[in-house]
């Protein structure tokens, strides 16, 4: 994943920090058996998913190009598994 740069973007972290805060939010207040906490903290879990896709829109995040195609060719795969066949 590190050659297709998928998800370096201003945009992608912090809809994922974001995310991921509210999925802490929610599995808390899961644990202390609080129902409106849990869903609090989905709705910033999902808040994160909105700013993402804000962002993405103000040109925070990859460009879409479908001019271009994906190209694989240059990934080392194979040299790795020939390495670890080699022992």
Do not use: Y
Not at 20 to 46: D, E, K, N, R, S
Request: glycine share 18%; proline share 6%; hydrophobic share 55%.
């Amino acid at each position: 994943m590190a050659g297709s740069s998928h998800g370096h973007t201003p945009a992608a972290w912090t809809g994922v920090i974001i995310a991921f805060i509210g999925f802490c939010i929610a599995g808390a207040f899961v644990v202390m058996a609080q129902p409106a906490g849990m869903w609090a903290g989905l709705g910033v879990a999902a808040l994160g998913g909105v700013a993402g896709g804000v962002m993405r829109s103000m040109g925070m995040g990859a460009p879409k190009s479908a001019s271009e195609p994906l190209v694989m060719a240059d990934r080392p795969t194979a040299n790795r598994e020939a390495a670890v066949a080699k022992g």
